[in-house]
């Protein structure tokens, strides 16, 4: 119902919602007179007029009020629902007179309606009511008597939120005073509506049999029911008195039927405890009635006591205490004694079944209402009750349950209490119940609680309590006899106790737990409040003496601790506990009496086990004996039995505790408690607890004397630091200034010494924390100390080193975190900006300052380090308004001086410099010193990284809290500028040693984590840019690189001027190595005119340099390095060339050197070690012939070319005699630019074109390629493959990495006729098999396995060698194979692809099956570029795509031999295995447009992966790239062999196989399938090829004279993994078995060889073809051309004479071991 969206039946127009339907009845003016929507007839008042203006009165109800009326008459619930909503908020909106018409309906609809069945519908009537009453107000008067009824019915309803929305309702229509008034008004009707409910109505006559189902009538029936009854309770609270009496006819009537009655055993808890809850009413308002029907009230409430459903219970336990209050005799209606009782003892019995805080509450009130007649005699009663509560209280319910067990003991100690007044007489059979009801149920209670403590609290509590009001009571002067009778109750008790205690602990089989529960016992008896607060201490604090408390102890100040002062503010004056006890306490001496002797007993008893058996478990218990109730008795007791001639004392030698002798306490402390701590008896905490107890007991000038002695023991101050903790724990304490200073000199002594020695680090570092944080923060002025900061110091210290250094565990250091973060809190405040010169911060800083310094932190404890300090400053900001001075003294401690900040960076290695160099980002004429490798092993940071991040850690902290000006300087030394500079220096070097140092990768994230960034940098200081420029100026190299950087980013971001840096280009002038780096740098974001400028004027230097001039930085040298730069990009920013002029003109400088000064170019080859400045010299005029052929060739005539190219030959030559990879920068930056300059002239002359030739000079591509090619890589080969073998034992180095790319870039463009020609030297391998000639089977062998050497750019350009041969070498295997056909051989033959390759495929195979071995296929390994495992992984994809373009250009034949191999072999089902590890799960390309997606997702197998040799920015990605290109060529190049292996793998992997190929490849390779049958350029006779990409189908018709055939070939979803399908089309003229055969072998050509679909097609007609031409097919594979290898039947039986095809015969012999005819069975020969 309700539907829009719904599939209608043919020819149904009308719409299937309701609402719909009744929209389309209200627009039909005049065609219905009428919608009865509610009632039987019009004049009802549930008819809703359909037409407006119908009738005088419905012209009241507006339209849309009558559409939403009528959905409320609708079955289906959310129609209703959505009609209610929409009818409260149309109230809202509608006109009052609007509103007002529609009551009459509305009343009708709400008495139905606010019974529906769906609990959302009842609650929105009644939230929609509301509103209406908010509107309709006083006019709802005239309908009350029609809703009341229901209304009242709503308020009681089961689902309570649709209760509380119709008692909001009923509240806003009706203020409290009203609502009896109402109420009254109505009663007669609302009674009638709730008698009919509970005594008429049925599930049937409720609810339509014929529309809802059974279980839903029911559910409603029962709901109906439950609230009429409370309803008419209800209706009971809200009727005035008088009232109630009118209704008493109708109750009677009602209270008269059986059925009401049976409502007390009906099977719904919710009647039940309806129906209880009437009678509690009835009880209340109508108790006549109640006694009237007494026989049947009485037994329905009492005999039901045992109903422990949750709902019922507590309205079964509350009529039950009514109901014998309400009527008097109700004993005798039931019986007691089979009937009531039992089920009384089966409730507690059971604990109340879960229900006992609903139960036993009542139990007292109801006990109490039973007549003595009932309970017969009462020592059986009471027994059989109370043994009954105790079985309840050992339930398992009660036991799992806190709260239900509260409940039990707390009726159980009512009811006893209960019991014993009531029978105080001095009589025999009253003194027997209480001596029974003590003896037999109280004590039993508490033994069972000694032997569970979860019921200790409060069994211990609720009995304590019972003492003292009984104890209470003995003093009561009003009434002697109950004194007297309290004081035998509590006489008995402390004896049957003190028997139960005294038993417990001299039995054998006592435990830990029955001695911890007497110890609770014992201290709730002596502090009934204690345990019951156990959870709540009070807070601790330590204060100074007045100065009036301690004048007295000033005079006699001595190294003592006589200062310490024990005892509470409200105590001084006591000389023992004892007095302080019994103020504190004020407890009754009847209990206070028995509870010491007891105590003393077990003291005794203990001492005793302690003596003869050692027994650890009664050494606890009398520790909690003596903490508790320290007095002289007690030790009296505990020395009973030790002869003080005998005792062994610990101060036996001091006259002063000699002195002391009488005061039992300290006898036992030194003949007994120091002793057992010497002997380290047992846990110190208890025996401190024992100490504590000692001291309270003697007076103040004893503990002065004790401690002092105590002090000077082995672990006196660990003893003496436990006593002032426990002091601070317990109460508040005086401890005097000078003792205060003493103690935290101790810490500090004690956290200075070496951590990782110390037996008891952990409860050390503990105490230490402890008191040390109670000490910052309660002492008044204590951080005024200086002990107090070195104190705080020092644990900062702790705090902000690395574990590994303070072999701190976390808990420690979480310890020590949380003291010294309160303690600077608390020194900040203290100090309030007045610090001491030697202070905390200023020690702070000094150690920090000397940790980046001077020690060698790794990663971990830098950031330890930089954590702390961050937590320092934000307490600072935090705690300080204003921290001005706090953070000036702070970081002047910090701040190296210039001296020292040199220092630091002369420190930081220098071998950036060499990838700088080779990056033509420098140019240098002199020796790049190198560090040694150690750097490559180290994880620890430069000192200069460590200093600059602190430094900028706190210089971002205080700019960004605007506590400087931004150019205020911070340091009488350096500016905020300055440091910010460092930092950026330190981040150049970074960025430059990244590749050199692993560790920098770390540093870099942890600069991350505290957001030092450049971003950051440039925002705090403006004038960064400035400092940075005079500093390049200055200093030049990686300054010059940090002020570029810094330059470039600030252009983009801010636009920064450069103009605003150097004014004019005079700035630069004259050269120095600094001023060259810097014209370097910035030379991309230069102004043109000053580009112009500055090459004008170094064109002009260089014309006039001469001699040694030619070699200096202010002369030739400068001058061409200022030209290179600026030419660089070689167009200006118009677009136009520079002037062409400018290089010609420089040029004939260069070659006028070369006839004048021929010394400085290098170009005698003896030349071993050139000098630097003639390197420096020659590299730049290499950078400038570099960017003339790059920018114009076309301007340089034939002399000028000549003298280039021979210069490089010759250049060529020098370079092979003296580059090494272990060579000096500077050569290796000269034998670049040379390689450089090869590879910029290899591919000019490959990109010339017949237009660019004619802007050249006449010979010189034939020049090129005749004579200096081979003179170039006739030396270049050679030197690229000695430099390879070197990669084995050489630690590749940045700058070895940049001579072998430069090496291999110009290598790779060797021509392949050079190539095929080389002069290498021949190599050649024993056994191995090839038809190859001997040049290219010796390069073969020369460069495969050089693909095995763990040198990326070795194996890019070997591979981008071998890539030029791949597809020459078929040819001669093909040759073989032709002889081998030719000469007759029957055997199958066998031709491996190249043998170099295959072998470099094997030795890879078994490293990845190392690397692999236990990750399964389909799971993605994600390799680390640069690793042992990327070569291998390179080395052997690689190797597998130049075979695989041998594979493509071989001829078919050949392709089937080669796949066989492959397949025999198993290489490629290892290959394919492998590259499911190293594809990646998704190789979605990211950062796809839109546009791009709705095209189709653009992936790794879309898109074509070239190999380059200079692709170091995407390393990360090359082996997924690789590997993803790897899978794509096998399966286009080799889809047969591929679809054999995937039939062949488990289920998983085939799975797995299955799914990526499907999802990621299929489309693309079936697309290109189809797209070259498309493009192809191949025409067949007779037959016509088309494609139809959308089906993914070929359609091939074939035809010869009358013949025609047609064929669709398919290609399957996960092509090539799936079969293709060969399906007929038309036909006509061939054989139904000719036909079939054809078909087969189509199928066979396309699915079993490893070609495309062209390639099967021809193949196929060629076998076509020959049929037609009379050839016979070989009668073994019933095709005339072979499958595999293409050949014709030629081998023919001299018998039967017919033809078979040799591969086949091959086959046919071998599988058959015979030598028989397949056809006549005759011998073949």
């Known amino acids: 119902m309700g539907g829009k969206n719904k599939q209608r039946t043919k020819g149904n127009v009308q719409p299937s919602s309701s609402g719909k339907a009744a929209e389309l009845l209200a627009k039909d003016k005049g065609t219905v007179p009428g919608f009865i929507g509610f009632g039987a007839s019009q004049n009802e008042l549930g008819y809703v007029p359909a037409v407006q203006g119908f009738e005088e009165v419905d012209s009241l109800v507006d339209a849309d009020f009558r559409l939403v009326l009528r959905k409320m008459s609708k079955r289906d619930t959310t129609t209703k629902l959505k009609a209610v909503q929409e009818f409260g908020t149309m109230c809202k909106e509608k006109h009052l007179e609007n509103i007002k018409g529609v009551l009459p309906y509305w009343s009708r609809i709400y008495c139905k309606i606010s019974l529906d069945h769906d609990r959302r519908v009842r609650e929105a009537v009644q939230q929609a009511f509301e509103i209406l009453v908010l509107q309709v107000k006083r006019n709802l008067a005239p309908y009350l008597k029609i809703i009341m009824g229901h209304w009242l019915v709503a308020q009681c309803d089961t689902y309570n939120p649709a209760a509380s929305a119709a008692k909001v309702a009923f509240q806003v229509a009706f203020p409290l005073n009203k609502q009896p008034e109402a109420v009254a008004f109505c009663k007669e009707e609302i009674m009638n509506i709730i008698y009919d409910f509970i005594m008429k109505e049925t599930p049937e006559t409720l609810s339509d049999p014929q529309s809802v189902p059974e279980e839903e009538r029911e559910e409603k029936y029962l709901r109906v029911v439950t609230s009429s009854l409370l309803a008419l309770k209800k209706l009971l609270d809200l009727l005035p008195e008088n009232e109630n009496i009118v209704l008493k006819s109708r109750l009677m009537e009602l209270l008269s039927q059986s059925k009401f009655w049976k409502y007390s055993k009906h099977k719904t808890p919710q009647i039940r405890s309806a129906f209880f809850e009437l009678i509690i009413g009835f009880c209340q308002y109508l108790p006549e009635l109640m006694k009237f029907e007494a026989a049947r009230v009485c037994p329905a409430v009492l005999l039901n006591i045992d109903d422990m459903d949750p709902v019922v219970c507590p309205s079964v336990w509350t009529a039950a205490l009514y109901v014998p209050t309400c009527i008097e005799n109700c004993w005798v209606h039931v019986n007691a004694r089979k009937g009531v009782l039992p089920k009384l003892w089966t409730v507690l019995k059971e604990g109340g079944r879960g229900l006992a805080t609903s139960v036993y509450p009542s139990l007292l009130p109801f006990v109490s209402k039973i007549p003595e007649e009932v309970i017969g005699s009462k020592i059986e009663f009471f027994a059989v009750f109370f043994n009954n509560f105790r079985k309840g209280l050992q339930s398992e319910r009660a036991l799992m349950s806190c709260t239900e067990s509260s409940a039990i003991v707390s009726a159980f100690m009512e009811c006893i209490c209960f019991t014993l007044h009531q029978n105080l007489r001095n009589t025999e059979d009253h003194q027997k119940l209480q001596q029974m009801l003590i003896s037999e149920q109280l004590l039993p209670l508490v033994n069972f609680a000694l032997k569970n403590p979860r019921l200790q609290s409060d069994i211990f509590s609720k009995l304590s309590d019972t003492l003292a009001s009984w104890e209470r009571r003995t003093d009561n002067p009003d009434i002697e006899e109950w004194a007297v009778a309290y004081d035998r109750l509590l006489s008995e008790f402390w004896k049957v106790l003190s028997q139960v205690c005294i038993s417990h602990l001299g039995s054998k089989e006592v435990d830990k737990n029955i001695l911890e529960g007497i110890s609770s016992l014992l201290r709730c008896m002596r502090n009934p409040k204690g345990i019951t607060k156990q959870s709540v201490k009070k807070k601790s604090k330590i204060r100074f003496i007045d100065q009036e408390e301690i004048q007295s102890y000033e005079s006699n100040a001595t190294n003592h601790l006589e200062e310490l002062i024990f005892g509470t503010k409200d105590a001084l004056e006591s000389e023992n506990l004892e007095d302080t006890l019994r103020q504190y306490q004020g407890s009754h001496p009847a209990r206070t009496v028995p509870l010491e002797a007891l105590n003393c007993e077990l003291a005794k008893l203990s001492m005793t086990f302690i003596n003869e058996q050692n027994s650890e478990m009664h050494f606890v218990f009398l520790t909690t004996l003596i903490s508790s109730f320290p007095s002289t008795k007690l030790f009296t007791i505990l020395l009973e039995n030790d002869k003080p001639e005998s005792a062994e004392s610990v101060f036996e030698t001091n006259n ?81 200034e000078l003792y205060v200073e003493r103690i935290i000199d101790r810490l500090h002594n004690a956290l200075s010494k070496d951590l990782s020695k110390t037996q008891v ?51 420690n250091l979480q310890k020590l975190q949380q003291t010294w973060s309160l303690g600077l809190t608390s020194l900040i405040k203290q100090q309030d900006g007045n610090f001491r010169k030697c202070g905390f911060f200023h020690c702070s800083a000094t150690w920090l300052k000397t940790q980046v310094r001077a ?55 220098p071998q950036w410099l060499s990838k700088v160099l080779l990056m033509e980002q420098l140019s240098l004429n002199r020796d790049a010193l190198c560090a040694g490798a150690d750097i490559f092993s180290s994880n620890k940071i430069p000192t200069h990284l460590c200093t600059t991040a602190l430094l900028n850690l706190v210089l971002l902290h205080l700019l960004e809290a605007n506590v400087f000006n931004e150019q205020e300087e911070i340091h009488t030394v350096m500016s905020t500028s300055e440091i910010a500079a460092e930092m950026l220096y330190s981040l150049q070097w970074c960025e430059e040693m990244q ?60 636009g920064c001027d450069l103009k605003q840096l150097y004014i004019t280009v005079d700035r630069f002038f004259p050269l120095t190595e600094a001023c060259l780096h810097t014209i370097q740098g910035i030379a991309p974001s230069l102004l043109q005119e000053d580009k112009n400028l500055l090459v004008t004027w170094c064109a002009a230097k260089l014309s006039t340099s001469k001699g040694t001039d030619i070699t200096s930085i202010n002369g030739g040298f400068g001058s061409l390095v200022v030209i290179n730069s600026c030419l660089q990009n070689g167009i200006n920013v118009e677009g136009r060339h520079i002037d062409g002029q400018l290089f010609i003109d420089v040029l004939n400088t ?190 073969l062998n020369t460069l495969a396995p050089l693909l095995l050497c763990k040198a990326r750019p070795v194996q890019i350009t070997i591979y981008l060698i071998l890539h030029k041969l791949m597809s020459e070498l078929p040819a001669f295997d093909n040759e073989h194979l032709k002889s081998y056909d030719d000469n007759g051989n ?39 570029p640069l690793s042992e495992a990327y070569y291998s992984i390179l080395g052997y994809l690689l190797a597998w795509k130049l075979l695989l373009i041998f594979f493509k250009a071989s001829p078919s034949e050949l392709r089937a031999i080669y796949a066989t191999y492959l397949r025999k072999s198993k290489c490629l089902h290892k290959l394919l295995q492998h590259l499911f590890r190293l594809m990646p799960e998704n190789p979605t390309i990211s950062g796809q447009s839109a546009d791009s997606a709705s095209k189709g997702q653009r992936t790794l197998f879309s898109e074509k992966h070239a190999i380059l040799l200079k692709e170091t920015q995407t390393l990360n990605t090359e082996i997924p790239k690789l590997a993803c290109a790897m899978y794509y060529s096998v399966l286009e190049d080799l889809p047969a062999t591929v679809r054999l292996w995937w039939n062949n793998q488990d289920k998983r992997v085939s799975s797995t196989v299955d799914k990526y190929t499907r999802k990621y490849v299929s489309s693309v390779l079936s697309s290109q399938e189809i797209s070259a049958v498309q493009t192809s350029t191949q025409s067949f006779k007779s037959m016509v090829v088309k494609a139809r990409p959308v089906a993914r189908e070929v359609l091939a018709t074939y035809s010869v004279d009358d013949i025609f055939i047609e064929l669709v070939i398919q290609l399957p979803t996960n092509y090539p993994l799936g079969s293709i399908t060969v399906e007929s089309g038309k036909r006509v003229g061939v054989a139904v078995q000719q036909w079939r055969n054809w078909m087969l072998q189509l199928n066979t050509f396309l ?79």
């Open 1150 to 1339: 260069v070659m006028e050197w070369r006839n004048y000064e021929e010394e400085i170019f290098l170009f005698d080859c003896n030349l071993k070690c050139p000098e630097s400045t003639l390197l420096g010299i020659n590299v730049e005029i290499l950078r400038f012939l570099r960017l003339l052929i790059k920018h114009l060739p076309t301007s340089v005539t034939s002399e000028q070319w000549d003298f280039i190219m021979c210069s490089v030959l010759t250049w060529l030559e020098t370079m092979s005699e003296i580059v090494s990879l272990t060579s000096k920068p500077l050569v290796l930056h000269f034998v670049c630019q040379i390689c450089g300059m090869l590879s910029d002239l290899g591919r000019m002359f490959q990109a010339i074109t017949p237009e660019i030739s004619t802007t050249l000079p006449a010979n010189l591509p034939n020049e090129w390629n005749n004579f200096f090619v081979e003179g170039a890589y006739g030396q270049l080969l050679p030197l690229f493959l000695k430099i390879a073998a070197e990669c084995k034992e050489t630690i590749l180095l940045p700058s070895s990495m940049c001579l072998l790319t430069a090496l291999g870039e110009a290598s790779a463009l060797v021509p392949l006729k050079q190539l095929m020609n080389h002069s290498l030297p021949h190599k050649f391998i024993a056994g191995q098999k090839t038809n190859l000639p001997d040049k290219l089977q010796s390069i």
């Open 1647 to 1725: 699915n079993l060889q490893n070609g495309s679909i062209m390639e099967g097609l021809a193949l196929w007609k060629s076998n076509v073809d020959k049929r037609f031409e009379g050839t016979e097919e070989c009668m073994i594979c019933f095709s005339v051309i072979h499958g595999s290898n293409y050949s014709l039947p030629k081998k023919a039986c001299r018998t039967c004479k017919k033809k078979f095809h040799s591969a086949c015969l091959y086959r046919w012999f071998t599988s058959s071991n015979k030598s028989s005819c397949p056809l006549c069975r005759e011998t073949f020969f």
């Open 995 to 1054: 590749d050199i140092c692993p560790t920098i990768s770390k540093y870099h994230e942890l600069l991350l984590q505290f957001d030092i960034t450049r971003d950051r940098l440039m925002k705090a200081c403006s004038t960064l840019s400035e400092t940075l420029f005079s500093r390049s100026l200055h200093s030049g190299l990686l300054w010059a690189l940090t002020a570029s950087q810094f330059i470039t980013r600030t252009k983009v971001i801010n």
């Open 761 to 811: 680090v952990e409860p050390l570092l503990s105490f230490v924390c402890d008191l040390a944080s109670n000490f910052f923060c309660s002492v008044k002025e204590c951080l005024q100390m200086s002990s107090a900061e070195d104190l705080l110091s020092t644990i900062f210290q702790l705090c902000a080193q690395s574990q590994e250094k303070t072999h701190l565990s976390d808990a």
């Open 656 to 736: 002063e505790v000699k002195a002391m002798a009488s005061n039992p306490a300290v006898r036992f402390l030194t003949q007994k408690l120091l002793v057992w701590v010497k002997e380290d008896k047992t846990d110190l905490i208890f025996l401190i607890d024992m100490l504590y107890s000692v001291l309270h007991c003697c007076d103040n000038n004893e503990r002065k004397i004790l401690l002092n002695q105590i002090s000077q023991l082995d672990q006196g101050w660990l003893l003496v630091f436990h006593i002032v903790q426990k002091a601070c724990l317990d109460q508040e304490f005086l401890i005097a």
């Open 855 to 909: 020690s060698t932190l790794d990663v971990k404890s830098l950031q330890v380090l930089l954590t702390c300090t961050s937590t320092l400053l934000d307490k600072l900001k935090a705690a300080q308004s204003s921290p001005h001075g706090y953070l000036i003294t702070f970081i002047e401690c910090l701040v190296p001086n210039s001296t020292e900040w040199e220092d630091l960076r002369q420190k930081l290695t």
């Open 1386 to 1424: 029957d055997e199958e033959y066998v031709l491996s692809p190249p043998a170099a390759l295959m072998s470099v495929i094997d030795i890879r195979e078994e490293d990845l099956e190392n690397i692999f071995y236990d990750i399964p296929v389909g799971q993605y390994t994600d390799i680390k």
